[in-house]
């Protein structure tokens, strides 16, 4: 039985939200759109809230929904866990039957076993504090009757949840009290003639230090003077030193990992870069859920890639995949997603003020579509998913121009959240309009004005969705856009490029209007590219004005961008 749908309301920024989990979902989206929230609210509802009295929620988990808004009259929180077998007639059956004999445990048409918990908060006016509260529920939403108060922690000690959060300090996890590490310090794995012989060995050890280390003795004589000030027991062992611990469990409280440096020194894992601790701290989390985990555990992972360099990253996934249990992972890391299944990636963002979910593998794609989508987008350019908006663009000139031109205008398209995608080179408009709309992020499409462009423009008005075709579509008045560059001012720039023979095919003179027509003709298509960097450079360094076609580009797509 697995967590496999998660509603919450009134939570944080969520003010409503259906998230559906796989055995592996992976989280994506902006800051503060509500992905450490989703991790927060299973953790409330599978760790915090234990019984109804208290609160373990505060007045800044209530969703505020403006500036006014005041934690004390605002509605409830809710957070409603679905937990249910995949297949009919599940496997644990001595968890069913102790399931089924709490009163809680429910088969659905499908004939699944399901459990659904629903747990909250509100301000009670009455006591003038904020009150939790917890109920199970039938299928139909409604609270099941004659379930015993010790039933919410017998039900939480059967779903092993484990969190593991962005910030991972070594000397935390690794020290004696580390949630992680300190199961592996225990003595009692060991029998008691194996302690006995271990903490025998150690005895010698300290024994062979002290009587080799003279300047011990100085300290022992002195230390005796104590019993002339106060009486006490001892004799002449009333003093020792153990600069080896006598006791086993002292001994093992000390331990440390270490790890080997550059030089090949073992060094301990607080005192190496952040990126190798953040690692360290994962694969001991690792080790103690293959260790001590009983069961099929669900487990939250918050920004693994944390510290780590690229291609570090890339090769986590690997290790991921090997962490048992149902996985809830957030990241920012478009290194991480280049390596992640697409079927497990969910993103979430904003619309009209409401955290919105979308999955990849909702998305009509077809099998080579995919394909096309996997190789020149999620594997080469992953963090075009975290995108508010993509500038879709034919070819290398206009992703040049365009990314140059919003600099000289001091755009930032990088902090508006815009991407540019090339659509021509490897994957279709048509798929990269499906996987936008799919995923929730804005578009619009820049596209020549030729037979090509009119085939991209039916394939626009197919995705508007609603949108308004001059909202979504910006065609070059030209055939193609190095005809326009060289009509806006830039075709002294493409005809010094041109060699003896193509310059024979430009017979206008420069005043004609036929002129920057046919010197962008003239130009050899393996120089376009060129040609674009040499006008880039131009309108930076002369400077020459940026087209009004980009302008108008740019602007649409950061006012996009800014879409709540």
């Known amino acids: ?35 450490t929230a989703i991790l927060d609210a299973i953790r409330y509802a599978l760790r915090g809230v234990r019984h109804r009295r208290g609160c373990v929620f505060n007045a800044y988990d209530f ?35 102790r399931l089924s004999r709490a009163k809680i445990l429910q088969v659905d048409n499908n004939g699944r076993n399901v459990v659904i918990l629903k747990v909250g908060a509100h301000f009670d006016p009455a006591e003038q504090d904020y009150v939790q509260n917890w109920e199970f529920r039938n299928l139909t939403g409604n609270t099941l009757t004659n379930v015993a108060d010790s039933t919410l922690q017998a039900f939480q000690n059967e779903v092993s949840y484990y969190y593991l959060a962005a910030l991972r300090d070594a000397t935390e996890h690794f020290g004696a ?8 310090l225990k003595e009692s794995q060991l029998d008691p003639e194996t302690r006995a012989e271990i903490e025998s060995k ?171 989508f996997d190789f020149h987008i999620r594997h080469s350019r992953g963090e075009l998913l975290f995108a508010r908006c993509w500038i879709l663009g034919e070819g290398e000139t206009e992703t040049t121009l365009i990314r140059e031109s919003a600099r000289i205008m001091q755009k930032n398209l990088e902090n508006a959240g815009v991407r540019v995608v090339t659509y021509q080179t ?37 995705h508007l969705n609603g949108r308004q075709e001059q909202d979504a579509l910006f065609m070059v008045p030209e055939k193609n856009i190095e005809q326009h560059l060289c009509k806006n001012g830039f075709s002294d720039i493409y005809y ?25 003709n003239a130009l050899p298509s393996k120089l376009k590219t060129h040609a674009a960097r040499e006008v880039a450079l131009a309108m930076s360094n002369c400077p020459r004005p940026v087209p009004q076609l980009f302008k108008d580009v740019i602007e649409v797509a950061i006012d996009l961008a800014k879409e709540p």
């Open 426 to 462: 490897g994957i279709s408009l048509d798929s990269c309009l499906k996987i936008a709309n799919g995923m929730g992020i804005h578009w619009i499409v820049l596209a020549d004005n030729d037979g090509q462009g009119e085939r991209n423009r039916q394939i626009v008005k197919s």
């Open 202 to 372: 150690l005895a010698e050890v300290n024994d062979l230090i002290i009587s080799s280390h003279g300047s011990f003795a100085q300290v022992l004589e002195r230390l005796k003077d104590l019993q002339q000030v106060i009486s006490m027991v001892g004799g002449e062992d009333l003093v020792s030193v153990d600069a080896v611990p006598a006791r086993l469990f002292d001994t093992l409280a000390r331990a440390q990992v270490n790890l080997n440096s550059d030089t090949g020194a073992k060094i301990p894992v607080n005192r190496h870069g952040e990126g190798t601790q953040s690692l360290a701290v994962l694969t001991l989390f690792n080790a103690f859920l293959q260790t001590w985990n009983k069961g099929e555990p669900i487990v939250a992972l918050e920004e693994p890639e944390a510290h780590l360099h690229p291609n570090a990253v890339r090769a986590l996934w690997h290790l991921i995949e090997h962490i048992p249990g149902q996985k809830i992972i957030s990241t920012h890391s478009g290194d991480l997603l280049s390596e992640v299944p697409s079927d497990v990636v969910t993103r979430l963002y904003k619309r009209n003020g409401a955290v919105v979910t979308s999955r990849l593998k909702d998305i009509n794609l077809i099998s080579d579509d995919l394909r096309k």
């Open 177 to 184: 009290k580390g949630t992680f590490w300190r199961p592996f």
């Open 63 to 97: 969703h505020l929904s403006e500036t006014a808004s005041d934690p004390t009259s605002v509605p409830p929180i809710s957070i409603q866990l679905t937990f249910h077998e995949d297949q009919p007639n599940g496997q644990n059956q001595k968890l069913l039957q």
């Open 496 to 520: 010094g490029l041109l060699g003896d023979q193509p310059r024979q095919q430009v017979t206008a003179q420069p005043q004609s209007p036929e002129y920057a027509i046919q010197v962008a």
């Open 1 to 35: 039985m697995k967590l496999r749908h998660l509603k919450i309301e009134n939570f944080r920024g969520i003010s409503h939200l259906e998230l559906e989990l796989g055995d592996t979902t992976v989280l994506i989206g902006e800051n503060n759109v509500g992905k």
